[in-house]
């Protein structure tokens, strides 16, 4: 489709979003003819960006007919909304194309969308620290990507991970504690650097949810996990997967070809003049014919034929260019 078969109005709704949206909004064009229209939808918080706990990426994709068929739209990288709020925010989508086909859509859509995360902005799911959910009166804080914890869960999470840190750091040389690249804080759920006052997060209470939380016992449930759990550590030993408790180092690796599995073939006559095969590290390849070979493997017959690299002195060598052969 060419640019002149492009229904005017699109051209003016592109220029009104890129108006109003940019530089947020990117609007993606092949030979001129415009093809998708993708934006990051965040809720109305006025100038409180750091408010803003939820987020989506909206892509329309526009048909040739557009607008008098409905564009596609889908929703990408959702931040702090789960599957329930991501369904309703689809089905409002579809139903808002049903009624307005024939008109200009994108700007609705995108004005819907916004509205929706503004009534939803509290984020959904579970702190991953210590899981709790997040309801009102908690502080919880918003990493650069748009995940969430409880402060004081946050906190704890990096103290312990600067202990930790410091730990391993001390088993090492002096010469490898030097190249050692120093502590940094990541995000718990997608390892990305961050940066936060760990004493500043102290301050914060616990969730609200762990001060009225009953007090743990164990159940009949989970008595049988432990049980189930118990049984493959121990199959899982037994097997040498694991290192079992108190090692303080791992178990040395034992790297094994598979002819060292098998064992020789016995024969029943002349096994007892038959000499013992040598091992290929206790021979060498020399220039004197009595010198023996070791075979490959105690199963594979020694290789008898001639080999490839030796000049005719019979000492070992490259063959020099345009010798004879």
């Known amino acids: 489709m060419s640019a002149a078969a492009v229904d005017e109005r699109v051209y003016e709704e592109l220029q009104a979003l890129e108006a109003i949206f940019a530089p947020d909004i990117v609007i993606k064009r092949e030979d001129g003819v415009p093809k998708s229209v993708e934006i990051n939808v965040l809720p109305s918080t006025g100038d409180k960006s750091d408010e803003q706990y939820v987020r989506l990426t909206l892509e329309v994709y526009l048909t040739p007919e557009y607008p008098d068929s409905s564009p596609k739209v889908i929703m990408r990288n959702p ?21 307005n086909i024939g008109h200009l859509i994108v700007y609705e859509l995108i004005e819907m969308v916004r509205e929706c995360l503004t009534q939803c902005n509290l984020p959904r799911g579970q702190c991953v620290i210590c899981l709790h959910g997040f309801v009102k009166g908690d502080v919880f804080i918003k990493t650069p990507c748009f995940h969430y914890f409880h402060s004081q869960c946050l906190s704890k999470h990096f103290i312990a991970g600067k202990k930790y840190y410091e730990e391993e750091i001390d088993k090492l040389p002096t010469w490898q504690k030097i190249e050692a690249k120093p502590y940094q804080q990541t995000c718990p759920v997608c ?5 936060f006052n760990v004493d500043e997060l ?5 969730p609200v949810e762990s001060i009225d939380a009953q ?6 449930e989970i008595r049988a996990m432990q049980e189930r759990m118990a049984a493959l550590m121990a199959h899982q030993l037994a097997r040498g997967g694991v290192i079992g408790v108190g090692d303080t180092e791992p178990p040395p690796l034992i790297i094994t070809d598979p002819a060292d599995q098998e064992e020789p073939k016995s024969s029943t006559s002349g096994t007892q003049n038959a000499p013992k095969p040598e091992t290929s590290s206790s021979v060498r390849a020399t220039g004197n014919s009595n010198a023996s070979v070791a075979p490959a493997s105690p199963t594979r017959p020694p290789y008898r034929g001639p080999y490839r690299g030796f000049n005719r002195r019979g000492k070992p060598g490259r063959r020099g260019r345009g010798g004879s052969r």
Do not use: M, N, Y
């Open 215 to 220: 007090p743990f016992h164990l159940t009949d």
């Open 79 to 99: 931040r702090g909304l789960d599957d329930r709020i991501l369904s309703c925010i689809q089905s409002d989508i579809e139903d808002k194309l049903l009624e």
């Open 191 to 195: 390892r990305s650097t961050v940066q």
């Open 202 to 206: 102290k301050k914060a209470p616990p």
